[in-house]
Nanobody, 115 residues
Framework: QVQLVESGGGLVQPGGTLRLACAVSRSIFRIYTMGWYRQAPGKQRELVATITTTGSTNYADSVKGRFTISRDNAKNTVYLQMNGLKPEDTAIYYC?????????WGQGTQVTVSS
């Protein structure tokens, strides 16, 4: 059974930081591209960042220079370090794993940026 479990969300002030973590089933972690999506109220889901099995990363323009995606293969965990948070970053953040036509999603974790 494949599981992706996010943690680390919460309420922070503008300019603050959070680090999200996603614990992933060992059976898929090393061979899937990992990513983070987010969905804000009234908006479609948008891709935030991805990281391949070899460590290559991509970011949405809106988060470049502020967010960093990484993976720890020993812990089967993918992270999203979020610095300089803005109110516009408020959303539910979802961890994803994808390989070809196979796609798995976590349950999501809420990030709220507000004063």
């Amino acid at each position: 059974q494949v599981q992706l479990v996010e943690s680390g969300g919460g309420l922070v002030q503008p300019g603050g930081t959070l680090r999200l973590a996603c614990a992933v089933s060992r059976s898929i972690f090393r061979i899937y591209t990992m990513g983070w999506y987010r969905q804000a109220p009234g908006k479609q889901r948008e891709l935030v960042a991805t990281i391949t099995t070899t460590g290559s990363t991509n970011y949405a323009d809106s988060v470049k220079g502020r967010f960093t995606i990484s993976r720890d293969n020993a812990k089967n965990t993918v992270y999203l370090q979020m610095n300089g948070l803005k109110p516009e970053d408020t959303a539910i953040y979802y961890c994803t794993a994808r390989r070809g036509s196979d796609d798995y999603w976590g349950q999501g974790t809420q990030v709220t940026v507000s004063s």
